[in-house]
């Protein structure tokens, strides 16, 4: 089974710290991504990858960025957390020539 | 632009019957569809998925009907139990092959 591991399930940081969340796959997926769960929204994209050191927007990128050194590495990075980035982060990755997700379990952020 | 959206928000029902998630999407290009449950303290996890070039596919407890023509996608879940309480994504894939999500409806079974 892929297997998608995201490094922590709950962090709580201060405002104006920089964080780090952290996105590990295990099969070789070349597409990976970035979302943010808040309730009555849905899903966001944040970032998405296509490949190493590949990095490409999605809907609502502002206060983030992204790296991915290597392939099964992809983390999203808040320079200077908000409290309005308080929030449920989901990770996913997709394999070349198939269009589901594989999702992780989520990181709760929690930015006071 | 693309949007992908659940009739209702929250749905109850009584252990054992049927339940019926309904999606509406907007773009009557899209070529792919999937469902997925997410339950609490969990990421979403894959149900089952369409192309475009079906109406309807089986899996276990669980059928997923398109119709295209109305732009509708509708999940249904037989002899509801109580582990399908949960959290129901539709999405639908854009041009970029990127999946695209709606809000998600919250399936309660009542034992």
């Known amino acids: 089974d892929v297997k998608v591991t995201q490094s922590s399930r709950y962090l709580v940081k201060r405002t104006g710290e920089k964080v780090f969340l952290e996105c590990v796959q295990d099969?070789?997926?070349?597409?990976m991504f970035w979302y943010r769960q808040d309730p009555g929204l849905g899903l966001r994209l944040i970032y998405f990858s296509y490949d190493v050191k590949m990095k490409e927007k999605g809907d609502i990128p502002e206060g983030y960025s992204v790296s991915r050194e290597k392939k099964e590495r992809f983390s999203l990075i808040l320079e200077s957390a908000s409290t309005n980035q308080t929030s449920m982060y989901l990770c996913?990755?997709?394999?070349?020539?198939?269009?589901?997700?594989?999702f992780g379990s989520g990181t709760r952020l929690t930015v006071v | 632009g693309e949007s992908v959206g659940l009739h209702l928000p929250t749905l109850s029902v009584q252990e054992g019957d049927n339940s019926i998630i309904n999606c509406a999407y907007s773009n009557s290009a899209s070529d792919y569809f999937i469902w997925y449950k997410q339950e609490s303290g969990k990421g979403p996890q894959f149900i089952i998925d369409i192309r475009s070039n079906m109406d309807k596919r089986q899996g276990k407890r669980v059928t997923v009907l398109l119709n295209k023509t109305v732009k509708h996608l509708s999940l249904q879940i037989a002899a509801t139990q109580p582990g399908d309480s949960a959290v129901y994504f539709c999405?639908?894939?854009?041009?970029?092959?990127?999946?695209?999500f709606g809000t998600g409806t919250r399936l309660t079974v009542i034992p």
């Open positions: 999405a639908e894939k854009d041009g970029a092959n990127n999946l695209f």
């Open positions: 996913a990755s997709r394999g070349r020539g198939y269009y589901g997700y594989t």
């Open positions: 099969m070789d997926h070349e597409n």
